[in-house]
């Protein structure tokens, strides 16, 4: 059973940086895995994807040229960096991978952007 475990939230200024992390259990073989976020009243939206092998990403366009994704090739490990962060950034960030037809998602970790 796949299990995801998000870490890295906190609160930031406006303009700062802030790095997220996201590592997969329960499985020997390497998987696409994303970000998402979700702020309260709203349905969760993709930030970031990348490919089993890190060569193809996909982004959000509202976080183009501000997020990095990547992954550690060694292990089911991946990367948000999040830089000049804005307030509408604020989002619970989710971790995400997908089994056949069905969404497994991490716990989620809190990013809060102060104006």
């Known amino acids: 059973q796949v299990q995801l475990m998000e870490s890295g939230g906190g609160l930031v200024q406006s303009g700062g940086s802030m790095r997220l992390t996201c590592e997969a259990s329960g499985i020997s073989h390497r998987i696409g895995m994303g970000w998402y976020r979700q702020t309260a009243g709203n349905q969760r939206e993709l930030v970031a994807q990348?490919?089993?092998?890190?060569?193809?990403?996909k982004y959000a366009d509202s976080v183009k040229g501000r997020f990095t994704i990547s992954r550690d090739n060694g292990k089911n490990m991946i990367f948000l960096q999040m830089n000049s962060l804005k307030p509408e950034d604020t989002a619970v960030y989710y971790c995400?991978?997908?089994?056949?037809?069905?969404?497994?998602w991490g716990q989620g970790t809190q990013v809060t952007v102060s104006s």
């Open positions: 995400n991978t997908k089994r056949g037809a069905s969404d497994v």
């Open positions: 990348i490919s089993t092998g890190g060569g193809n990403t």
